[in-house]
């Protein structure tokens, strides 16, 4: 059996019922949102990445937002990182925060590693969703998180399993 952490901790919380989910309930603060960066950083990432600003707010058509800058931020990170302000339960937060961490990996921690591999920039908008997102998914597998490309709601409110939404 694999050893507790506060991420399987948080993904093995018993979830809200379905009336508290549609209500969009959880409603994270700064210091959850840092938290879960920070736990999400030192486990899945090895605490590589510096925490780019943050920001809670309303997003249509979207729950999450890793955003690529042409500058490096005075956090020493090229991104930064909206996200929604309201969630269905602490697990699709922690599942979507992480999600963002890997586009902030790719473009902070891979893009240099594939200048030196491979002797040319990585392209800024190339492999969003291609092999060096996806090279994550053992370790989410592992920390009990789901790493895809997006999550349908009506098939979670039918299964309530990130592996079938």
Request: aromatic share 18%; glycine share 4%; net charge positive.
């Given at each position: ?40 950083n030192?486990?899945?990432?090895d ?17 999450g ?5 042409f500058?490096e ?8 990182i ?28 891979y ?8 002797g040319?920039?990585m ?13 994550f998914r053992?370790r989410?597998?592992?920390y ?22």
């Amino acid at each position: 059996m694999a050893r507790p952490n506060p991420i399987r901790a948080i993904m093995a919380t018993p979830l809200p019922g379905i009336t508290y989910q549609r209500r969009k309930q959880f409603r994270p603060t700064d210091a959850e949102v840092d938290y879960a960066y920070d736990i999400i950083n030192k486990y899945v990432f090895d605490g590589v990445l510096k925490k780019p600003v943050i920001k809670l707010k309303t997003i249509h058509k979207a729950w999450g937002m890793c955003h690529w800058m042409f500058t490096e931020q005075q956090r020493g990170t090229h991104c930064k990182i909206d996200l929604m302000d309201k969630w269905f339960c602490p697990q699709w937060f922690m599942n979507t925060l992480a999600h963002e961490m890997v586009h902030q990996y790719q473009w902070d921690v891979y893009r240099w590693q594939h200048l030196e591999t491979h002797g040319r920039p990585m392209f800024e908008g190339s492999n969003a969703h291609g092999p060096s997102f996806f090279m994550f998914r053992e370790r989410f597998d592992y920390y009990d998180l789901t790493l895809k490309t997006w999550f349908g709601q009506k098939r979670w409110f039918r299964h309530q399993v990130f592996t079938k939404c």
